[in-house]
């Protein structure tokens, strides 16, 4: 047995508070890269040429600390993924434990 909670456990309120900041830390992996390769190369326009890095403004070339596929639910103070079936695999394991969540600010429980 282990202490580490099943992230399928996680109630997630679609906040966006872990969309809408810190986004340029974010790295992505190989497994995501090719993902985006063969199912959505458009996400790669996205990333920081060569390092792996996410997120940068196609425009500026810059870091954004804002996730640039995150989009406001109408009339709603909740959050959407445009890339939720092929988002990177950081996000997919956020947040990590309870302890991450709350060091983060994230007002999502674990069940």
């Not at 103070?77 to 445009?82: E, I, S, V």
Request: neutral net charge.
């Amino acid at each position: 047995m282990t202490d580490t909670p099943d992230i399928s456990e996680f109630h997630c309120t679609d906040c966006g508070k872990c969309c809408l900041e810190g986004a340029s830390r974010l790295q992505a992996n190989d497994a995501d890269i090719r993902r985006w390769q063969a199912d959505a190369p458009h996400v790669i326009e996205h990333m920081e040429a060569g390092t792996g890095g996410l997120w940068v403004s196609p425009k500026t070339g810059k870091p954004t600390t804002r996730c640039p596929w995150i989009r406001k639910k109408p009339l709603r103070d909740q959050y959407y993924c445009r890339i939720y079936d092929v988002r990177p695999d950081v996000c997919r394991r956020y947040p990590t434990s309870p302890e991450h969540a709350e060091f983060t600010g994230c007002p999502g429980t674990f069940l």
